[in-house]
Each structure stands twice: as structure tokens, then as C-alpha cells.
């Protein structure tokens, strides 16, 4: 740009002689104008639009309170095992009304059954979404699933593509094993794929196209019945959800959008021992597999989030709060005085945080590392009192909530945190392109949205 403004600002001294005299130079010049346009052009990162997105919300049958489960698992749990989950779930920051896949009393889970709830979530999911859109399905040229720890052959993608029977050259990915933290793994993959311009995605018809990106976790096939409490900690906390994201990078498709994808950041502790075992699948004593939670798990937690946000920083907070960071950094590391590392106020860079409803402890950790009012905590405790743990879909849960209050106006940043195993912490920015108005959203919060929040000794009971 700066080239061309010094060119046109030389030909307006020229007269008619002098371009005459000079037409091979000008020629010349005008062949760059328009190379360096093409390169400019073809070379910046294309815009991506989030369409919409619906959550599931499973049926009533599925409800279960934290009483009547103890109840059920009275007979599949000895006495000490059953009191550890009672005491557990007293303190998970979870109501009475989240959602468990039971299909037999006492749980006795099958891979038809754990077949059956991918069905049901994935489905309700997508018929949700293509409704709010009115997106014809055949119009999605990509297809990305993620569920970590429910992997069957066919692959759930393929599901997809069997059920609504798309056309041979949809492009599917299965993402399998990255814990909570998928669904934002889900979008950086998606942005990529949107981003692509060359031949062979044109000639298939997917260079302007849409992204549909599904997060599922199938709960009953991680369901621990056993004796150690690092396995039974699971139980008390995830329950049924899933979410379908409708994203595009059609120009055309801005106006009739929600948000627009503005920074994804990724980070990956998995160089790190710890890290890396504090969530992990394999076999306990007896031969039976289950997830297993490492007692080192909020530690490392906190160290990736630390590790996020130093690169995330720079890329949203005001100038100010970056220098005040980096005087705090100069002092501790340069001058070795003894103060608390200054935690940038990352209220000044958002309107929302939706971070992962991984569990009580883990929002008071967040709370505390990014110094948070209870305000900005409401939809993350709602979604985890409402829903539970519904793993990488509780995000969109949080964006819901806040949709449902009519709390989204036009260029409100939005900012979604995961953590998953690995150990991954991973952030997305969206900014809001208009308002949301509440009385014209359809989602799980909608019919009984006026009955939150709850007061925050439900929270604690």
C-alpha cells in the first residue's frame, strides 16, 4: 500500500508529455501495482464467520438428581466408594436436574448403548442447528468431530455422512483422545481448512463453503465402576451435552452471522510428565479402564493457562496493561524484587468469558488466576450447576447462557478457555457482529432462563 501511494502520488506531478515519454516505465509500473494487489490479496487471512450454534438438550428421562444416583449405584459400589462420590457430588457445584445416558438400573452400558447416546447427542445437535440456519446440510463441505473417548469404525463423522447422505466430496475429520479442550482444537482445525484457496479445493467445490463442527462426549463409556477415587471423581462430573457450530468464510454469509473468529491460541504441555498423566485412560488394578485424575491436575491447569494467556496477551489487551505486565516481569526477573506477578486485568479485552464448566475447583482456580467478579463467572457456575460437565461442548453452553440474557451486543469480545488432556490449554476470540436478541433465541436455557442464576448457596450446598 505504501508503494502505491508514492507511485500515484509521482504520475500526478506528470503531465500527458511525460507519461508519453515514459510509457515503458509506466507499463512497468502498472504490472507491479497489480502483481503486489494479487499477492496482497490471495495472501491475507480470509475471514471466518460463526453462522450460529445450537447445544443439545437431552430429554427429561435422562434427568437424574444427585440423590437419586446414589441411589442407583447403591448396589454396584461398596460402602466407602459410594460415600466418596456422595461427598464428591455434594461439593461439585452440580443441581439436581443434569442429565445422565442410564439406559439399565444398575448402569450396565453396552456399545449399542454408548452407540445409541452418540446418536441421540450428534443428531439433536445438527437438526437444531440446520433448523436455526435453514443451511441445507448438502451445502457443508467439511465436517469435523470431536469426542475423546468414544471412537467406533465406522468413525462418527461417517455417521454423519451416512445419516443425511452427503455427497462424496464432503471432507470429514475424527478427533479422538484431545480431552475437553477439543471443540476449540475443532475450530483452529476448521479455520485452517477455510483458509485454503488452491485449485484442488476449488475444483471440489470447497473454497467458499461451510464448516460444521460437532463436540459430543459419550459419559457412559467412561463410566468407573470400581475402587479407586482418582477414577471414581469422572462419575460426579460429566454428564450428557453436545453442540454443533456452524462456521463459514463466505463474504456473502457476514450479515446473516453471529460472530466473527478473531485469534485462536493453542497450547500443549505434553513435554511435561506431570502434564502430561494428570488425565489419563488405562487399566486399574483389575482390568478395567477408565480416566483417571491426577491429584496435580489444578496445578497444571493454572501453569497452562499462565503459559496462554503470555501469548494471547499481546494480541487483545491495551497497551497499557502490557506495559505494566512487563515492568512487573523486569522487577521479579531483572531487579529480583520480592511481588506477586501482576495479573493483566483481561476485563478490559472482554464482555464475556466462557470457560470450560470443568468442575467446581476448576472455575475457582480460573476466578482467582484472572482475578474475575462472580458477574463474568455466572455462565460457566450456570452450566455446571445446569448441566454438569458436558466436556469440550460446555463452552457453548456458557455462550448460550449468555445469549439467553440478552447480554451479546454488536463488537462484544468473547472469549472461550478449554483445558483437555495432553496437558492442553487452548483460547478463542470472537467478537459479536450484532445483537443477539434473547427473545428470538431458541436454546437449552431458553424456557427456564428466568430461574438464574441460582443463588450461590445452591452452589455450595
Not at 441411589?71 to 466408594?81: A, G, K
Not at 456452524?246 to 450479515?255: G, I, K, P, Q
Not at 440478552?406 to 469480545?413: C, E
Amino acid at each position: 500500500m505504501p508503494i502505491l501511494v508514492a507511485m500515484l502520488l509521482h504520475l500526478s506531478t506528470l503531465t500527458i508529455e511525460d507519461l508519453m515519454n515514459h510509457f515503458a516505465m509506466l507499463k512497468f509500473c502498472s504490472t507491479l501495482v497489480v502483481f503486489l494487489a494479487t499477492v496482497y490479496f490471495m495472501s491475507r487471512p480470509r475471514n471466518v464467520y460463526l453462522v450460529d450454534f445450537s447445544c443439545y438438550k437431552p430429554h427429561e428421562r435422562f434427568m437424574m438428581s444427585k440423590q437419586l444416583m446414589i441411589e442407583n449405584m447403591s448396589n454396584i459400589f461398596d460402602e466407602e466408594s459410594l460415600m466418596f462420590q456422595k461427598k464428591i457430588l455434594e461439593r461439585s457445584g452440580l443441581g439436581d436436574k443434569t442429565y445422565i445416558p442410564i439406559h439399565t438400573i444398575p448402569f450396565k452400558y453396552t456399545f449399542s448403548s454408548y452407540l445409541n447416546e452418540a446418536e441421540e447427542e450428534i443428531f439433536g445437535a445438527i437438526d437444531d442447528l440446520l433448523a436455526k440456519t435453514r443451511v441445507k446440510i448438502g451445502d457443508i463441505g467439511i465436517i469435523i468431530v470431536n469426542s475423546s473417548l468414544f471412537n467406533p469404525s465406522p468413525s462418527l463423522s461417517s455417521m454423519i455422512v451416512n445419516h443425511y447422505k452427503l455427497g462424496v466430496n464432503v471432507i470429514t475429520y475424527n478427533l479422538g483422545g484431545m480431552g475437553c479442550s477439543a471443540g476449540l482444537i475443532s475450530v483452529d482445525l476448521a479455520n485452517r481448512l477455510l483458509q485454503v484457496r488452491n485449485s484442488s479445493y476449488r475444483d471440489r467445490g470447497q473454497a467458499n463453503t461451510y464448516a460444521l463442527i460437532v463436540s459430543a462426549e459419550i459419559v457412559s463409556s467412561a463410566f468407573y465402576i470400581g475402587k479407586q477415587r482418582s477414577r471414581l471423581l469422572p462419575n460426579c462430573l460429566f454428564r450428557m451435552g453436545s453442540s454443533a457450530i456452524l462456521l463459514s468464510n463466505r463474504s456473502s454469509d457476514r450479515r446473516f452471522s453471529k460472530y466473527q473468529l478473531m485469534h485462536v491460541v493453542r497450547t500443549h504441555k505434553g513435554a511435561d510428565d506431570r502434564a502430561y498423566r494428570c488425565a489419563y485412560i488405562d487399566e486399574d488394578e483389575n482390568g478395567k479402564r477408565s480416566v483417571s485424575l491426577s491429584k496435580d491436575l489444578m496445578a497444571v491447569a493454572g501453569e497452562a493457562l499462565k503459559t496462554n494467556i503470555t501469548t494471547l496477551g499481546p494480541l487483545v489487551l491495551p497497551m497499557s496493561e502490557q506495559l505494566l505486565f512487563f515492568a512487573s516481569l523486569i522487577a521479579r526477573k531483572v531487579f529480583k524484587t520480592k511481588m506477586k506477578p501482576y495479573i493483566p486485568d483481561f476485563k478490559m479485552a472482554f464482555e464475556h468469558f466462557c470457560i470450560h464448566a470443568g468442575g467446581r475447583a476448576v472455575l475457582d482456580e480460573l476466578q482467582k488466576n484472572l482475578d474475575l467478579p462472580e458477574f463474568l463467572m455466572e455462565p460457566s457456575r450456570m452450566t455446571l450447576y445446569r448441566f454438569g460437565n458436558t466436556s469440550s461442548s460446555s463452552i457453548w453452553y456458557n455462550l448460550a447462557y449468555s445469549e439467553a440474557k440478552g447480554r451479546i451486543k454488536k463488537g462484544d469480545r468473547v472469549w472461550q478457555i478449554g483445558f483437555g488432556s495432553g496437558f492442553k490449554c487452548n483460547s478463542v476470540v470472537w467478537c459479536a457482529l450484532r445483537v443477539v436478541d434473547a427473545a428470538k433465541e431458541k436454546n437449552p436455557w431458553t424456557d427456564e432462563i428466568q430461574d438464574f442464576p441460582v443463588h450461590r448457596s445452591l452452589l455450595d450446598a
